[in-house]
Every structure is written in C-alpha cells, then in structure tokens.
C-alpha cells in the first residue's frame, strides 16, 4: 500500500466531522470537571490564583512549566538576551572569531549562573572524555561516557559530585541539565574523533561545542560533526526568507506560551491526574480525552523549549534540531520521541550502530535494548522508568514483528488482493490501536501507574464494548486524516523534486 493512495472526499470529512465532535464533547467533559474540582481540598496545592482579570484559578502541577516563566524567567531572557547581543555584536566587529567569542559567553555564563565549582566539574569531565579519545578506541569513549552520566544520575556519585559542586544552593534543574547535556556532548566529540582520525579535533573544539550557552542547560543536543560543520562556515549566508522563519517562530513560540497558559486556567489536566477519586468520577469520553490532552501537553512544553532555544540558534547561522513530532501524528513507535536531539544521538551512537537496518528481528532487539538501557541511564533509573522503558522498546519490536508477520504468507497473499483504499483502511485500524498504546506505555511515565490502570480499565474492561469501539473509531479517523496529510505532503515533496529536475 502506497502512501499516494487517496481515500473519497466525502469519506474523509466523514472522519473530520467525527473527530472534531468527539475532541469538543471530551473536552466539555473536562471542562465540566475542572470547574467542579477547583475548589477540592485535593486541587489545593496545583490550583491556585492565576490571571486576575479572567477571575479563575490555574494548574500548576507542572513544576518545569511554572518554573521556567516564575523563578528562571529573568534569569533565562537575561542570558539568552545577552547571547543574542553579544553575537551581533562579534558579528559586526570580528566574525570570523564570532563561535570563539559564544564559547566564552557561555563560560562566563555558566560561571555566573552557577559558580566555579561547578564549572571545574564540569570541566573535569571534558578533559577525562578529551584524552580517553586520543586513545582512538569508540568503545572506550562510549564506556567512559556512560560511566559519566550514570555518575549525574545514580548515587553514590551524584550526591559525591553535588557536594563538590555546591548543589546544595543550585537550582537541581540547571545542575542536572547542564551536567547530563554536557556528557552527551562530551561523548559525541570522542566517538567522532575516534571515526574522523584524519581530522585532530583538539580540546578547544569541544569548549566551543559544549559551552554553546543555548543548547547548554536544557539542549537540544546536536552531534559534534554537525555542530562543528555549521559553526565552523566562515561566512555563513541566511537562505532567502530566513529572518522571516525565525520570526514568525518566535511568535509562534510566544503565542504557544500564552495559550499554555490561558489552557491552564479552564483545564485542570495534570492535578486531576493526581486525585483519583475524582478522576473516577469522570465519564468514559473525559477520561481518554484526559488521557490524550497530557501527552499533547508534553509534546506541547518540548515544542516551546526547543522553539525559543532554536529561535536563538538559528539567528547565530545554526541548523538546530526541530522540535519533536506532534503526538496526534504518531502512531508508530518509531517515529515516539519527545526530544529529537536526544533521539538523533541515541540513533547514530546506540540504535543504527547495533541494529544495521532495522529489518533483522535479533539485531533490532538488541539494538532497541541497548538503546533504552541509555535513555533509562539518561532519565534516572527507578521503577518508573524502568518500566516506562520496557514498555516502549516492547512496542517497538512487537511493531517489527507484526511488520514481518504481515509481509509473509497469507496475509500478504490477502493484502495484495485487497485495493489500496482498503489496504489503507486496514493499516489505518492497526494504526490506531497501536496510537493508543503509544498514549498508556508514555501515561506511565507522565502521569502515575494508577491513573494509567484507571484509563485502561475503563477503556478496555468495564467500557466495553460501546467505550472501546467508539474510542477506537474516533482514533482511527484520526490516524485516516493523518495520513492524508502524510500524503498530500508526499506529493508535495514529490512535485519539488520533479521542479528540480527539470531546473
């Protein structure tokens, strides 16, 4: 089945007709829901006072969220502000040593921000991953780097290095932001001199990558040969509409931010979450849409983090990685990420290494084991995680196999008798069974292992089968319109490349 091949006109609004209604009637649910709860002795620490002149309270379970626009908010426009300047102004006097001149920005800001303590920690670690790769060994720098971050994030080391640092008057956020970003950079700058032996990257070049102010606290990660191609260019010139692009990113950045905010104030979607003898009370519809709407915010949170740092970097002539794929779009665990950076590093360092083409059962099991083995060291080992991760690589080898299972014997025997708008619809069923376990395997981690036995109790036990099969309607007219945008943007693609050829 081509992802060219279209579906009626009538069907397809049909599936837009069915989604729209089934969004609005959840989302009145809780809406419903949230005005009942604002005044619960349980909703007191998360809801509180927000926008006087709209007279509502606002969610603030989300720590991060209220964090970056309260506490770190100056602090966060102050250096990013100064970046800026500083920049325009290296341009405008020196430009060829403008990256030299982001590199001590960085430091100093690092310095201020954090203390010199901390710095030399940091540092420290720089230098031990700088001369483990003289040595010329990949496994050795894989090694030394894995045993670097699992001392951020595993004790006795991290409370060891916390002290040495000073953590105790730091905020944990930017301690372990900075720390676990500055490993993975460190990393991919020894696994990259080890394969460029041609090229002598020496200890100045991973300064200049690692303390790139920007990406340093909260990423995204970009891998050294990128970085250092692009931050490299002497003179670099912006494609034609470029200032346009980032401008309307950061309005775009700045009107998402608002919107999160005014959300907050008519939805309570993380601290109902946490009351579950509230969350019980909801009906069936409210408590999917309840389900969906967290990990939407997530997407949501990544999109604006990474849109204000990728705002910044693309004004400094910088190709930063885009923010993470929308969770309404994913129906596929290959494609469920909520950090591109992270997932390009694990990809090129860890998945693609070990698992070739990704067409071998046994190789892709390993490749996907080894895989979330460093992204559980990445996150914190603990049983959430834990399972979180075994969750997802499942998913995503169990995807494989239903792949092989259908490419072999009689079902390719039957598909192949089938036209591709049935094909199509078929693929599209499975897709959004396979969406839904993307929601509860990432609701584990985002939300609580009881809310997420509460969803798919009530989803798949007692809502069924009328919950159930509705749910799983609406889903899959989802996944159709997805699609469609899939293909009309592959015929788009498709015109581009023909234009050039005739160019």
């Known amino acids: 089945m081509g992802i060219k091949t279209a579906l009626p006109a009538a069907e397809l609004g049909l599936y837009s007709l069915v989604l729209s209604g089934a969004l609005a009637y ?36 989300d720590f991060e969220w209220v964090m970056w626009f309260t506490s770190f908010r100056n602090v966060i426009v102050f250096a990013l502000s100064g970046h800026v300047l500083f920049a325009k102004l290296c341009t405008m006097v020196a430009p060829q040593l403008r990256s030299w001149m982001y590199t001590l920005y960085g430091i100093l800001a690092v310095l201020g921000t954090m203390g010199p303590w901390y710095l030399l920690l940091l540092l420290s670690h720089c230098v031990g991953l700088y001369v483990v790769s003289l040595l010329g060994q990949p496994w050795l720098c894989l090694g030394l780097g894995l045993a670097s971050l699992a001392s951020f994030k595993m004790e006795p080391l991290i409370s060891w290095q ?15 932001g900075g720390s676990g970003f500055t490993v993975l950079r460190c990393t991919s700058f020894a696994l990259e001199r080890c394969a460029r032996r041609d090229r002598r990257y020496s200890l100045a070049d991973l300064l200049r990558y690692n303390f790139y102010l920007p990406f340093f606290f909260f990423g995204p990660v970009m891998t050294f040969d990128c970085f250092h191609a692009q931050v490299s260019q002497a003179e670099p010139v912006r494609p034609e509409g470029e200032l346009w692009r980032i401008r309307a990113q950061a309005g775009l950045s700045v009107a998402a931010i608002v919107a999160v905010d005014a959300f907050f104030h008519f939805f309570y979607i993380l601290t ?20 969906y709407s967290n990990l939407v915010y997530d997407w949501v949170k990544a999109a604006v983090l990474f849109g204000v740092v990728n705002t910044v970097a693309r004004l400094d002539h910088l190709d930063p990685p885009q923010p993470p794929k929308c969770i309404t779009a994913l129906y596929v665990f290959g494609e469920t990420h909520f950090d591109r950076g992270i997932n390009d590093w694990l990809c090129k360092y860890v998945y693609d290494h070990i698992g070739g083409e990704h067409s071998a059962v046994i190789p892709e099991l390993g490749a996907s084991v080894a895989t979330f083995a460093v992204t ?23 995807e494989l196999w239903v792949q092989k299972l259908a490419a072999c014997g009689p079902l390719a025997h039957v598909e192949a008798h089938l036209s591709e708008q049935m094909s199509r619809r078929i693929r599209a069923l499975f897709g959004a069974v396979n969406f839904w376990a993307i929601i509860m ?61 005739l160019a």
């Open 376 to 398: 559980t060291l990445w996150l914190g080992p603990c049983d959430t995680v834990l399972l979180w991760s075994s969750l997802n690589c499942f998913g995503l080898n169990f």
């Open 26 to 61: 959840a989302g009145r649910g809780l809406l419903e829901a949230s005005q009942d709860g604002a005044h619960r002795k349980a909703f007191r620490e998360s809801v509180r006072p927000g926008w006087e002149y709209i007279g509502r309270k606002m969610d603030v379970a």
């Open 162 to 176: 916390s002290g040495l640092a000073g953590a105790a008057d730091l905020p944990e956020a930017l301690f372990q």
């Open 441 to 501: 395997y990432n609701l584990v981690s985002l939300n609580s292992l009881q809310f997420t036995e509460l969803v798919a109790r009530r989803l798949l036990l007692t809502g069924f089968p009328q919950t159930t099969l509705a749910v799983l309607f609406v889903t899959y007219c989802g996944v159709q319109l997805v699609k469609e945008r899939e293909r009309t943007l592959a015929l788009e693609e498709e015109e581009r490349q023909g234009k050039g050829k």
């Open 272 to 291: 109902i979450p946490s009351d579950l003898k509230f969350a019980k009370r909801l009906p069936d519809s409210a408590l999917a849409g309840l389900a």
